[in-house]
C-alpha cells in the first residue's frame, strides 16, 4: 500500500483527522507508526465497538502498529465503582480481541495496554502533577465534559481524566490517537497541553458517533437499551431490533442504518460479499447488497422496508457474535461479578 | 511527663486542637505517637518558622516521632518553578536542621523527609486517583483556599495539593498532624475524605498565625517585606525591624510583638532567662522580663518604647541566626541558585 492508500483507507468512515497534513507526512516518513486506541473500562461493550475495531484493523492494514489501551483507571475516575474495575477490567481484556477475532483481522501488530501498568509509574505520576500545574481547571472541565458523567457536585477526579489521557498518548509512544468524535476536545486538550511539557503533539483521527437503538443518543456502554451487547442471545438481539427506532425512509439519526454502514457493509465490501435481505415475492422477493450506498438509497426511497432490514440484520449480528457468545460461556462467573 | 504535662506543653501557643479529646487519649494509650508537619518548598524560610519549629521541639520533649516534611511537589502545586524546585528543596533541606540546632532541641527523635520520595509511589499514586473520585470540586477547592495562591484563572493543582496533604496523614502513618491555622479547612478535608478511604482520622494541632512585619498580613514566604529570612544580615534585621509596623501601645497585629511572644520569649523561658532591654537611664535604664505576659503589660502601657525593644530585638535574632548564617556561607552558590 502506498500512502495515499493508506490516507485514504484510514479515513474512510472517520469524522476528522487533526490534521490531515500532519498525517500525510507521517505516512511518507515513517515505515511503521503506531497509533492508539482507549477504552474506559465501564459499561458492557456492545456491537457499536465494531466502528473502532473495523478502523483499528484498517490501522493494521496500513502497516501500522496499534495499541489497544484498556483504561481501568480512566473507568474508575469516570464512576466505575472500584470494587468492580478488576473484573470489568477482565470482561473487557476477554471480549474485546474477539472482536477482532470476529472481523478476521491480523493481529500480529495490535498489543492491548492495560491502563494502571503504566499509569502509576513514578514518571507518569510526575508528569501528571506537572501537567495539573499547566492545567486550568477551566479547560480541564471543558476538556472532559464531551466523555466524563456529568453531574451537579462534579468530582475532581473528572478534571484529571484529560490529562490522563494527553499523557497516554506520550506513555504509549504513538504517533496518532484513534476515538469517537465526542473525544474532540480531549483530543485537542492533549495537542495543546503535551508540547508545553516539551512532548510533541499527536496527530487526532476521529470516527464518527454512531445513533443508539433508541430514539435520540449516541449508542452508548452506559445507557442498556440503546445497544445490542457483544453477548446478546440471539433472541435479545432480534428483540432489540424489532424495538429500535427505524422510521421508515428515515436515514439520519436511525441507529439500524447506522450499524449497516459503519458494521455490516464495511465488513461485506471488504470481503467482496453481498448484503441479502430475504422476502417473499409478494412483498418484492429477495435483494442483494454490495456497498451501504445502495442499500441507503433503497431504504431513503422505502423501496426497503424497516422490518425487513431488521430481520437480516438480526441474522447478521447472531452469526458475527457469534464466536464471542461461545467462548464467553466458559466465564459466566466473570460476566455475572463484572455486571452484578 | 505524664499525659496531662504532654498536653499543656504541646498546648501551650495552639489556636485549636481537633479535638482535644481525641488528643487526650492519644497521650495516654499511646507510648511514642507520631506527628508531621509539611513545608511545601516555596520562598525563603523565615524567622516565623520558628513558631512551629520550637512547637516539634515540644512534640519531641513529649516523647513523639516527629516528622518534618519537605513538600517539594507541593511546592510546585503552589507555583514553585519546576526548575528551582530541587535547589529550593535542597536549600530548605539544608537551613530547616540548623534551626533545630539553633534552639538546642534534641533531634534524635526527628526525621525528615521529602515529600517526592513517596507521593510518587505506585500506592500513592493509585489512593490520589481514588481520592479524587470521592472529593468533589467543590470541596477541594475550599479546602485548598486558604493556602494555595489564588489566581483568576486557577490551575487544577491547585485543587490536587489537599488531596495528597491528606494522603501524607496516611503515608507518613502518623497519628498527629501539626501546622498554622490557615491549614484548618486542609486539614478538616483530610478528616472528612480519609475514613471515605477507609484510613482513619488524625488528630490536627493548630499553631497561630503569627502577623508580618508589614502593615496587615501574615507573616508570609512570599511576601518579601513582611519578613526576617534565616539568613539575612545583621544588618538586613536591623533595617527590617526598624521599618517594622510596630504602633507604640498597640499589642494586636503588631508583629514585632509576635516575634517576641512566639519565638524570644518561648526560647527564654525556657532557659530560664531573661530578655534585657538596654536603655539610657534617662529613657528608664535597663529593664527584664522573664515572661512574655510581663513585656506585654509595659508595652501597652507605654512603657516600653518600639524602637527600644526592636533595638533589642534585633540583637537577639542577630545571636539566634548566627549559627545558620555560618553554615550557609558554604552554600552561597545553593542560595544564589535557589533564589536567583
Not at 33 to 55: D, E, R
Not at 79 to 85: N, Q
Not at 165 to 175: I, M, P
Not at 194 to 200: D, E, S, V
Request: aromatic share 8%; with cysteine; glycine share 6%.
Amino acid at each position: 500500500m502506498n500512502p495515499e492508500e493508506k490516507f485514504n483507507l484510514i479515513k474512510r468512515n472517520t469524522a476528522e483527522i487533526v490534521t490531515e497534513a500532519e498525517f500525510k507526512k507521517l505516512l511518507k516518513d515513517k515505515k511503521q507508526p503506531a497509533v492508539y486506541c482507549g477504552w474506559s473500562i465501564t459499561g458492557k461493550p456492545h456491537v457499536g465497538y465494531f466502528l473502532p475495531i473495523l478502523k483499528l484493523a484498517d490501522f493494521l492494514k496500513a502497516g501500522f502498529k496499534v495499541k489497544l489501551l484498556l483504561a481501568d483507571l480512566h473507568g474508575a475516575l469516570d464512576k466505575t465503582p472500584w470494587e468492580l474495575l478488576a473484573k470489568r477490567y477482565d470482561y473487557y481484556l476477554n471480549t474485546i480481541p474477539l472482536m477482532f477475532k470476529c472481523i478476521g483481522s491480523d493481529t500480529k501488530n495490535l498489543k492491548i495496554v492495560k491502563g494502571s501498568d503504566f499509569q502509576l509509574s513514578a514518571d507518569y505520576s510526575f508528569d501528571l502533577l506537572k501537567l495539573s500545574t499547566m492545567s486550568t481547571i477551566h479547560d480541564s472541565k471543558k476538556a472532559s465534559s464531551d466523555v466524563v458523567k456529568q453531574d451537579e457536585n462534579p468530582k475532581l477526579s473528572g478534571l484529571i481524566y484529560p490529562l490522563m489521557q494527553a499523557l497516554d498518548e506520550e506513555y504509549l509512544d504513538v504517533d496518532v490517537q484513534y476515538g469517537g468524535l465526542d473525544q474532540r476536545k480531549i483530543m485537542m486538550f492533549a495537542r495543546e497541553h503535551l508540547p508545553k511539557m516539551k512532548y510533541p503533539k499527536r496527530i487526532e483521527v476521529m470516527g464518527p458517533l454512531i445513533s443508539g437503538l433508541a430514539e435520540g443518543g449516541k449508542m452508548s456502554a452506559s445507557i442498556p437499551h440503546s445497544k445490542i451487547c457483544l453477548l446478546d442471545t440471539p433472541e435479545q438481539i432480534t428483540k432489540k431490533l424489532n424495538l429500535a427506532f427505524c422510521p421508515e425512509g428515515q436515514v439520519e439519526e436511525n441507529g439500524v442504518l447506522a450499524l449497516m454502514k459503519y458494521v455490516i457493509m464495511v465488513l461485506k465490501e471488504d470481503n467482496g460479499k453481498e448484503f441479502i435481505v430475504e422476502r417473499p415475492a409478494k412483498f418484492g422477493g429477495a435483494v442483494k447488497y454490495k456497498t451501504y450506498q445502495e442499500l441507503e438509497k433503497d431504504y431513503a426511497a422505502k423501496k426497503l422496508h424497516p422490518q425487513d432490514l431488521k430481520k437480516s440484520l438480526a441474522e447478521e449480528l447472531t452469526k458475527l457474535l457469534e464466536p464471542i457468545r461461545k467462548a464467553m460461556k466458559e466465564k459466566e462467573k466473570l460476566v455475572k461479578e463484572a455486571y452484578p
